[in-house]
């Protein structure tokens, strides 16, 4: 009972306050000019910051329904008030790419280190659980002892830092960052409820996130009122990144329900890196672009990739670790066969464009 009331208070709150992030963020600035750049879809200038509404409400229904607030969820919260902080300057004032990964990296080692927000272990696909090297370091800050395993530490960064901007390279077309992490979530959300994690605290947080991407989602699905912006997009990354550790899901059920965003994200920096571009530099080359060049409505590739990220959601929860192993390469030879199969209907378009 309590987690649909979590899922409902979550989205009722968000849905009622975005309107006025809206206002506040037209007031401050906080918008995107289409005019900006070619890729840009819109026609006409929209509010950024609605992940302000997403993280406000996710806040007030937690504190409200946790029973107790566990260290690594005050872990979770400063974390994701840090990258939501320098992801609403940028949407403001636009800031240098190289400032916001040094903020998401300062983020993502406070969690790991001042909270134990770490991956300890990592299960090989034959079943057996690996221990990693138990490098530990000891030393004070401010009074305070802190030991931590750097290895331990050093995955978790790259983890949380990665699904920061996996989930920000999504926010190109309506509905999809929104949407894809509300997934994101549910799947969460019932790995912890299962018998094999059995995680009540995350199973609430993670619904709570759902409900409040939900509520966002009334406003940001096609035709979009107002966008989620790189404030939204970090803390909603930073956060899933984070419950996927606590869950449990680690790194094979989270790289399935998010593995077609990952994989874009991955080939949009090697990309990027092969034409001596910054990887940075924004670019139509997403795939939820691509999507759009071959003929599909924002609606149809948003649904599309929804469908995919469900799909794979479901077997990185039902499977095996093998099953989770074939499901990763499934779903890299499904993405091979989305670039190509979209690119060659693009080509075609052109050629009856002509």
């Known amino acids: 009972m309590i987690y649909i009331i979590g899922l409902i208070a979550a989205f009722v709150i968000s849905a009622l306050i975005v309107p006025y992030v809206k206002k506040a963020a037209i007031k401050l600035g906080a918008v995107d000019n289409p005019k900006e750049a070619k890729r840009k879809i819109h026609k006409k200038v929209m509010a950024r910051g609605g992940g302000v509404a997403i993280f406000i409400a996710f806040i007030i229904v937690c504190f409200s329904l946790l029973p107790n607030f566990p260290k690594e969820f005050v872990g979770l919260l400063i974390a994701g008030t840090m990258v939501l902080v320098v992801g609403l300057i940028d949407d403001i004032r636009r800031l240098s790419p190289?400032?916001?990964?040094?903020?998401?990296?300062?983020?993502?080692?406070?969690?790991?280190?001042?909270?134990?927000?770490?991956?300890?272990?990592?299960t090989n696909p034959f079943?057996?659980?690996?221990?990693?090297?138990?490098?530990?370091?000891?030393f004070s800050v401010l009074g305070l002892d802190l030991s931590f395993n750097w290895i331990a530490v050093l995955l978790?960064?790259?983890?949380?830092?990665?699904?920061?901007?996996?989930?920000?390279?999504?926010?190109?077309?309506?509905?999809?960052?929104?949407?894809?992490?509300?997934?994101?979530?549910?799947?969460?959300?019932?790995?912890a409820i299962s018998d094999k994690v059995s995680q009540p605290n995350t199973a609430l947080v993670s619904i709570i996130l759902m409900g409040a991407a939900l509520g966002f989602l009334v406003y940001n699905f096609y035709p979009a009122k107002i966008f989620n912006g790189d404030s939204g997009?970090?803390?909603?990354?930073?956060?899933?990144?984070?419950?996927?550790?606590?869950?449990g899901a680690k790194l094979a059920t989270a790289a399935l329900v998010l593995g077609l965003p990952i994989l874009d994200?991955?080939?949009?920096v090697f990309r990027r890196l092969i034409h001596k571009k910054s990887p940075f530099t924004a670019d139509r080359g997403h795939l939820h672009y691509l999507f759009l060049d071959a003929g599909f409505s924002q609606r149809q590739a948003v649904l599309s990739i929804y469908l995919l990220c469900i799909i794979f959601g479901l077997v990185g929860i039902m499977g095996t670790t093998p099953q989770k192993i074939i499901g990763i390469v499934v779903l890299i030879v499904v993405m091979i066969i989305l670039l190509v199969g979209l690119a060659v209907l693009k080509k075609r378009r052109s050629k009856k464009a002509i």
């Open 98 to 122: 190289w400032v916001k990964l040094v903020v998401q990296v300062a983020a993502a080692l406070i969690a790991a280190i001042g909270f134990g927000i770490t991956i300890s272990n990592i």
């Open 127 to 138: 079943g057996n659980t690996i221990v990693l090297e138990q490098t530990t370091n000891q």
């Open 156 to 191: 978790a960064v790259i983890w949380m830092v990665g699904m920061t901007n996996t989930i920000n390279f999504l926010d190109g077309i309506d509905g999809l960052s929104g949407g894809v992490s509300a997934i994101a979530a549910g799947i969460i959300f019932l790995l």
């Open 233 to 247: 997009a970090y803390c909603l990354g930073m956060t899933l990144g984070i419950l996927a550790i606590f869950s």
């Open 265 to 268: 994200a991955v080939w949009a």
